[in-house]
């Protein structure tokens, strides 16, 4: 699915009135019809039910007086604040704003920043409604709310923690960015945002994601031709992509049709992180997974695994893989179809230099991950081959990888720039972790993924990642193609983990659990 800046959606309303003649009022009326079922969801019925709707003078304010109107026209009680004069609100929201006061609605106007002195009328209406309506500000805001929408901001947030009343958020929370994801002062902490035509970038990237609640997009009557056609930020990953990646297999497969997975990971202290990394690539499909350690850790992984090949390779003293490895794992490159590099390696000197060598010389698809990029973070230019790769940095490696901070990384609107650039920079595909992880390939729009859970903040789930990436690769999808399935299916892997335990009991392990379900989920072979 697409994701929008506000300045684009607004062009496809704007294409949308005035190329294929359908009214700005006919749009926030399906919008407000839209917002209306939303609270009747979360309602039941209207009788006897009472809803605040505070609004701003903009569109989202006559948004706002739409589901005023129909709520009104299906019984409920209706309060409705006004963040501006009457005479203020223009065009079609001043238009919906005269349809209300017709209907009886009374809207009463606050103009005036009261800071702690809330008005009788607005606290009795927003303490006794039974949901709430955040109408105030649009898209198009930017900086932080002050003034009396602060004001207001503020009343609906203490309501909602007071009282526990559901809050519906119009298009956008109020005080959050639409374009960057940041909250740069007071914001609506919203149960439900009804966002209109498109996601806006800002309510699928953290912080502001966390104010949305659960986000549902409505179609408002823009022809599907022209959202096809329109310009977007990025593409929010969807169940039915992933699962259109899958092909079934043929029933007289064999292992090798699945491909052969080479993984060079492991070091004294980290045999986790190489048996994560080889489990994963198996439970992801691959039809032979061989696990490359140092010579002295291969009876510990042939202990831990047991589907999975261990190969024991060269090593240095401090039980790391030394250089005098490289000739043994270009032997086993010759015959496998996918490499994996980098979980629990170290950043012991000679390991680094094999890295170094290794990442020149490969040719087979390749996903490098932890020490394997922190190990060429000292020269990240040696990422720049014609090897079809994947690298998974977390922000503290991205930074490095870019020369820059994980400040900076993980600024507002960082996160998409960081991939994007690191994608170009390395020609590879990038898969930047974190809460909404950001998938960016060359020449194409970055991805956003919607699944995971704050559980997946733990020791080893990035391992996972890299083992479920490896073995899509193995399988021959493209490393585009290997890292949104394994993204997306890791995350979802840790939110089917997490209804079954909880978040804080997850482990690296769960995701491995139920990886299994997570592709029945997507309906893979």
């Not at 702690?116 to 927003?126: G, M, N, Q």
């Not at 899958?246 to 007289?252: G, I, L």
């Not at 090949?309 to 086993?332: F, G, K, N, V």
């Not at 930047?432 to 020449?443: D, F, H, N, Q, S």
Request: hydrophobic share 45%; net charge negative.
């Amino acid at each position: 699915m697409k994701v929008v800046t506000s300045a684009q959606m607004q062009a496809i309303d704007r294409r949308a009135i005035d190329e294929f003649g359908i009214p700005g009022e006919a749009l926030m009326e399906n919008a407000g019809r839209a917002v209306f079922g939303a609270v009747r969801g979360y309602l039941g019925g209207f009788a006897r039910r009472s809803i605040a709707i505070l609004c701003g003078r903009g569109n989202n304010g006559g948004d706002g007086m739409v589901v005023a109107r129909l709520a009104q026209e299906h019984g409920a009680r209706v309060h409705v604040f006004l963040a501006a004069r009457r005479q203020d609100m223009r065009g079609d929201a001043g238009l919906n704003l005269e349809k209300a006061r017709q209907s009886g609605i009374r809207v009463t106007e606050i103009t005036e920043d009261f800071g702690d002195a809330v008005p009788d009328s607005l606290r009795r209406a927003c303490e006794q409604a039974d949901i709430i309506v955040d109408a105030l500000l649009g898209t198009g805001a930017k900086g932080a709310a002050q003034g009396v929408i602060a004001s207001l901001v503020n009343v609906i947030n203490r309501t909602k923690s007071s009282r526990g009343i559901p809050v519906i958020s119009v298009d956008i929370p109020s005080g959050v960015d639409a374009d960057t994801g940041a909250v740069p002062g007071p914001a609506v902490q919203a149960d439900c945002t009804v966002t209109m035509g498109l996601p806006k970038l800002g309510l699928v990237l953290f912080p502001a994601a966390a104010h949305a609640g659960r986000l549902r997009v409505a179609d408002i009557g823009i022809p599907p031709h022209i959202i096809e056609q329109a310009e977007f930020a990025a593409e929010l990953i969807e169940e039915a992509h992933v699962a259109s990646l899958f092909k079934p297999r043929r029933p007289d497969a064999h292992k090798g049709d699945f491909g052969r997975v080479f993984i060079v990971a492991g070091s004294v202290g980290m045999t986790g992180a190489a048996a994560l990394c080889a489990e994963a690539a198996l439970r992801s499909g691959a039809g032979l997974v061989t696990l490359g350690v140092p010579a002295s850790l291969n009876d510990i992984l042939e202990v831990k695994l047991t589907e999975v090949i261990t190969a024991p390779l060269p090593e240095t003293a401090e039980r790391t893989l030394s250089q005098a490895a490289l000739d043994p794992i270009m032997e086993r490159l010759r015959v496998s179809d996918a490499l994996a590099l980098g979980p629990g390696l170290s950043q012991h000197p000679e390991t680094a230099a094999l890295v170094a060598e290794l990442v020149q010389r490969v040719q087979i698809p390749t996903v490098i991950d932890a020490d394997g990029l922190n190990n060429l973070a000292r020269n990240p230019e040696a990422l720049n081959t014609a090897c079809p790769k994947v690298i998974t940095p977390h922000p503290g490696e991205m930074a490095r990888l870019l020369g820059t901070d994980t400040r900076q990384v993980q600024s507002a609107g960082g996160r998409i720039g960081a991939a994007t650039q690191a994608a170009e920079k390395f020609n590879c595909v990038v898969v930047l972790k974190g809460a909404r992880t950001v998938i960016a390939a060359p020449g194409e729009a970055p991805c956003i993924n919607p699944t995971g859970n704050p559980g997946m903040a733990g020791g080893g789930t990035g391992d996972v990642l890299t083992g479920m990436i490896a073995g899509f690769l193995g399988q021959g999808m493209s490393p585009l193609d290997a890292a949104t399935a394994a993204v997306y299916l890791h995350g979802l892997s840790g939110d089917l983990a997490a209804e079954r335990t909880t978040q804080t009991a997850l482990a690296a392990g769960d995701l491995l659990r139920f990886l299994p379900d997570a592709l029945r989920r997507v309906g893979a072979p």
